[in-house]
């Protein structure tokens, strides 16, 4: 059983940095939501500052990879993104095209580096 | 997207509407995206030495992709459980104004605040995005169960999808492994440049990107954090000054 969830540390460790951290802001929406103007200036900063902090974790993947793609060279993986954003501006927006052709660069890349 | 009209004898029972709610999800390009958001997000925590079952319940229970990525790829890098936990939840802020954007759609005059409970728990920003385009489709009175639906049909993609990415990640070759890692950066980035209609949004993207290299430059263990309150605080100093005085 141990082996299945991995230790009780580890299951700590996400109730402790993750469910909880996580979970309080949706519990404070839910508490003191509905007396806040969506359109409020705290909103829009946090609105930012939210969406400021997803670009930094998509960077974060990009700069030092993970596990498997840490093995993809630093150029082909900024290349795969910005080819990917060239091709889903051009698609007008299309999320499913810029992922593919983003994927395709990289495996070609990868594929003729040998 | 098909369904009964809003007097329909259909929306009379909570189950049917909580069964159109569930089956909604075939109605949207971001099950896709969700789907494959988590198949990276499992490939991650086999990478990162996590267990398939601890990855499940973190799934089910965070349920917002860039924490859980943020949670695994800190706790994997040696970082202590305040640093993980302080950008975890510097990254939950966002489902503040998203939960206080959702509910009202939903309440009625007769609406307690614990029948809300698990609607706040499935707001993320494809049930956010998607509640939108939906609601005013159901009757106000069954919103609640419709949205109990599609949070349950999403949340089992993600769960699925997490277990799927997971064994991939055990399986592949290491060329199949980065592409299915290097899934998680292209659904997010465009998903969000998609969602970034105000300036505000689409420069806080933009420069949060610039920004955190130079800030991991700091090493602080918190550059996230750093490079996201400071790119999003300027993005929004320049929407207040082109709004003007």
Known sequence: MSDFFGDWHALLLLLVAGVIPNQIWRMLGLW???????????????????????????AEIL??????????????????????FIVFVLTRRSIFAGVVSGEFLMLAGKWWLG | ??????????????????????????????????????????????DTHFSLAWALLATLLVWAGPAQIILISTLASGASVVQSAIAVTV???????MVVAVLPM?????????????????TAVTLWVECYRFLPHVPRERRIAFVHGLGSGLALIGLVATAIGYELAANLTQTLGAAILLLTP????FSTARNSRELADGLALGLGLALYPLASLLDSGLDILISGVAAGTIAFAVHKWREGP
Not at chain 2, 91 to 97: D, G, Q, T, W
Request: no cysteine; glycine share 8%.
């Open chain 2, 91 to 97: 990254s939950a802020i966002r489902l503040f104004p």
């Open chain 2, 106 to 122: 939903m309440r009625t005059p007769e609406t307690k605040r614990r029948q809300l409970v698990l609607v706040a728990h499935f």
């Open chain 2, 1 to 46: 997207m098909v369904f009964p009209p809003l007097d329909s004898p259909q929306w009379h029972r909570p189950l049917r509407a909580f069964a159109f709610g569930m089956a909604a999800v075939r109605w949207t390009i971001l099950s896709a995206v969700l789907f494959v958001t988590y198949i990276g997000i499992g490939a991650l925590a086999h």
């Open chain 2, 186 to 189: 292209l659904a997010f980035l």
């Open chain 1, 63 to 84: 700069v030092h990879p993970p596990g498997a793609l840490a093995s993809v060279p630093g150029l082909l993986r900024y290349g795969a993104v910005v080819v990917g």
């Open chain 1, 32 to 58: 003191l939501g509905s007396g806040l103007d969506e359109g409020s200036d705290l909103l829009v900063w946090v609105k930012a500052v939210a969406t400021a902090i997803l670009a930094g974790v998509i």
